[in-house]
């Protein structure tokens, strides 16, 4: 995102499509690994697909790294909670990923209810010449075997697996949104609506509840937690958003429960801007800390905010992500697109911060020179190789040839899941059942 991001070019490569989507193809979360070489989604339907980026070849360079599918599995099924008849759903919330310390992977995935530790290996060899079974794995009549054999192994073709190591469940009342690995990698939190519980990750059975807004009285509740998340660097520190669009920092050093927050970030709100949607539009839907750990990004229906943490009354920086839809926010409202949870993600230095939007389009932000763009992930443009053509919504009056009027939006089209390569221009946009991957254009 150095040079100009008008004449910027994206390459596409186009992963996952299904023209006859299902509720459960839906994608529901996206997030590549700490080398970026793995990018991992969830949807709906409880399933997880990893994709692999392909080594570089000298006799394709213009493959440079693209993703392929590397593994599928299902993660999470349906189920039912009989004391409360609540059936939970299989959908996945989360991903959350593992620093590699071995040749297998290792990632966390959440639905409503509970967590998950996967564990995903190669095999290539497989063990032969057992004693007390055949070759087809049926068990020897004992009577036969006279000789002892030696087991081998022998090559096999490559195989995949994905295992559950760890299952977190039985901790949470309310709805799990967020999970977020600590950088002791010893830990990790799972928040729900009111209350955030911190994990060991060898410890199944039990959880410490660091913090717990629920009142005594439900029928005093006035907000929600929305989104959780650990400092990159400093493992006693972390953060929470609610529905009233603060943001707590709280430090475990001080107290077992962090009910009080050791920093406290609100702006103030303009009253010549108060309307009846004021409260909905400014509950925050993520919260993001920068690479460095010096900033928290938040996005809220209209906004994304840059927050430095030594700095609580106001955010440094304000992006305007669609104010196109101000005037909406009535229809918005009866759809119910103003509740839609869009999240925001940063480049791997910090300088470019990207979210989504309506109509299949998501914006980037450069914080250096304060240029923006809009692009849209659609299959029309998205030819594997194709350019990338900056869009424009015009509001009223007279529409250029290459504009859109706000009017003919699609909000049924949103891009909620971004991510971002942890080093690389390489960013993965989930457009409702399609998986997007651009790059920045090799020369």
Same mark, same amino acid.
């Given at each position: 995102m150095e040079e100009d991001v008008e004449t910027r070019k994206i390459n596409s490569?186009?992963?996952? $499509?299904?023209?006859?989507?299902? &509720?459960?193809? %839906?994608?529901?979360?996206?997030?590549?690994?700490?080398?970026?070489?793995?990018?991992?989604?969830? !949807?709906?339907?409880?399933?997880?697909? %990893?994709?692999? #980026?392909?080594?570089?070849?000298?006799?394709?360079?213009? #493959?440079?790294? &693209?993703?392929? +599918?590397?593994?599928?599995?299902?993660?999470?099924?349906?189920?039912? !909670?009989?004391?409360?008849?609540?059936?939970?759903?299989?959908? %996945?919330?989360?991903?959350?990923?593992?620093?590699?310390?071995?040749?297998?992977?290792? =990632? =966390?995935? @959440?639905? $409503? *209810? @509970?967590?998950?530790?996967?564990?995903?290996?190669?095999? !290539? *060899?497989?063990?032969?010449?057992?004693?007390? *079974?055949?070759?087809?794995?049926?068990? #020897? $009549?004992?009577?036969?075997?006279?000789?002892?054999? +030696?087991? +081998?192994?022998?090559?096999? $073709?490559?195989?995949? &697996?994905?295992?559950?190591?760890?299952?977190?469940?039985?901790?949470?009342?309310?709805?799990?949104?967020? %999970?977020?690995v600590n950088s002791d990698y010893e830990t990790y939190m799972s928040a729900d609506d009111l209350r955030i519980n911190l994990w060991n990750f060898e410890i199944t059975n039990q959880s410490f509840n660091i913090v717990d807004i629920k009142p005594a009285n439900m029928e005093e509740l006035t907000e929600v937690i929305t989104a959780a998340e650990f400092h990159p660097h400093h493992c006693n520190a972390f953060v929470y958003s609610s529905s009233k669009g603060t943001i707590r920092l709280c430090d475990m050093r001080a107290a077992a429960l962090c009910d009080r927050h050791a920093k406290f970030f609100e702006e103030p709100e303009d009253p010549s801007n108060r309307s009846f949607f004021s409260e909905i539009i400014s509950s925050i839907s993520d919260v993001k800390f920068s690479h460095s750990g010096r900033y928290i990004m938040t996005r809220d229906y209209l906004t994304v905010k840059v927050w430095d943490l030594n700095m609580e009354n106001r955010p440094m920086e304000t992006y305007q992500v669609h104010d196109y839809l101000r005037s909406k926010l009535c229809s918005l409202y009866e759809n119910d697109c103003i509740f839609d949870k869009f999240e925001c993600v940063w480049n791997g230095s910090d300088s470019v911060i990207m979210t989504g939007s309506y109509n299949n389009f998501f914006r980037m932000f450069d914080r250096n020179t304060k240029r923006d763009v809009t692009l849209e992930a659609s299959r029309e443009n998205s030819k594997p190789r194709a350019v990338l053509k900056p869009r424009k919504v015009c509001v009223g009056g007279k529409r250029r040839k290459d504009e859109i009027s706000v009017d003919s939006l699609d909000f049924s089209k949103k891009i909620l899941h971004t991510a971002w390569h942890p080093s690389e221009n390489i960013i993965a946009v989930a457009a409702t059942n399609n998986l997007y991957i651009f790059q920045d254009k090799v020369n």
């Amino acid at each position: 995102m150095e040079e100009d991001v008008e004449t910027r070019k994206i390459n596409s490569s186009f992963l996952r $499509d299904h023209s006859y989507a299902t &509720e459960a193809d %839906i994608i529901s979360t996206v997030e590549f690994n700490h080398t970026g070489e793995l990018l991992a989604t969830g !949807d709906k339907g409880g399933r997880v697909v %990893i994709f692999q #980026r392909e080594q570089e070849s000298k006799q394709q360079p213009q #493959r440079r790294g &693209e993703y392929n +599918v590397y593994s599928t599995f299902q993660s999470h099924e349906p189920e039912f !909670d009989y004391l409360k008849s609540l059936e939970i759903e299989e959908k %996945i919330n989360k991903i959350r990923w593992l620093p590699q310390h071995n040749a297998a992977y290792f =990632l =966390l995935s @959440t639905n $409503d *209810k @509970t967590v998950k530790l996967w564990k995903v290996s190669e095999r !290539d *060899k497989r063990p032969e010449g057992y004693n007390l *079974k055949d070759e087809d794995g049926r068990l #020897r $009549d004992p009577s036969m075997i006279t000789t002892l054999r +030696v087991p +081998v192994l022998r090559p096999m $073709d490559l195989m995949v &697996e994905a295992t559950p190591r760890r299952v977190f469940a039985n901790a949470h009342t309310y709805h799990i949104n967020s %999970i977020s690995v600590n950088s002791d990698y010893e830990t990790y939190m799972s928040a729900d609506d009111l209350r955030i519980n911190l994990w060991n990750f060898e410890i199944t059975n039990q959880s410490f509840n660091i913090v717990d807004i629920k009142p005594a009285n439900m029928e005093e509740l006035t907000e929600v937690i929305t989104a959780a998340e650990f400092h990159p660097h400093h493992c006693n520190a972390f953060v929470y958003s609610s529905s009233k669009g603060t943001i707590r920092l709280c430090d475990m050093r001080a107290a077992a429960l962090c009910d009080r927050h050791a920093k406290f970030f609100e702006e103030p709100e303009d009253p010549s801007n108060r309307s009846f949607f004021s409260e909905i539009i400014s509950s925050i839907s993520d919260v993001k800390f920068s690479h460095s750990g010096r900033y928290i990004m938040t996005r809220d229906y209209l906004t994304v905010k840059v927050w430095d943490l030594n700095m609580e009354n106001r955010p440094m920086e304000t992006y305007q992500v669609h104010d196109y839809l101000r005037s909406k926010l009535c229809s918005l409202y009866e759809n119910d697109c103003i509740f839609d949870k869009f999240e925001c993600v940063w480049n791997g230095s910090d300088s470019v911060i990207m979210t989504g939007s309506y109509n299949n389009f998501f914006r980037m932000f450069d914080r250096n020179t304060k240029r923006d763009v809009t692009l849209e992930a659609s299959r029309e443009n998205s030819k594997p190789r194709a350019v990338l053509k900056p869009r424009k919504v015009c509001v009223g009056g007279k529409r250029r040839k290459d504009e859109i009027s706000v009017d003919s939006l699609d909000f049924s089209k949103k891009i909620l899941h971004t991510a971002w390569h942890p080093s690389e221009n390489i960013i993965a946009v989930a457009a409702t059942n399609n998986l997007y991957i651009f790059q920045d254009k090799v020369n």
